[in-house]
């Protein structure tokens, strides 16, 4: 059995449960808790692609770039 997501919201839930559904036989198709935290926030998601090298446009804040 295979669980796919097909919305962000409950992402993080399912990701953190992940084994349990392991137990009874489902696959979760999700990234960590940690993949997905960076994702949902831009800041952080900024942050790993300059990082990485990624070219990847300026990202702001209300208090400047990052």
């Given at each position: ?6 919305t ?31 994702c ?6 900024y ?8 070219d ?9 770039s990052?």
């Amino acid at each position: 059995m295979l669980l796919l997501p097909t919305t962000d919201f409950d992402l993080k839930v399912l990701a953190m449960n992940k084994s349990k559904f392991a137990e009874i036989g489902c696959t979760v198709l999700v990234s960590t808790p940690q993949v997905i935290d960076t994702c949902q926030d831009k800041r952080q998601t900024y942050k790993f692609l300059i990082g990485h090298g990624f070219d990847t446009p300026v990202t702001m804040s209300t208090g400047g770039s990052f």
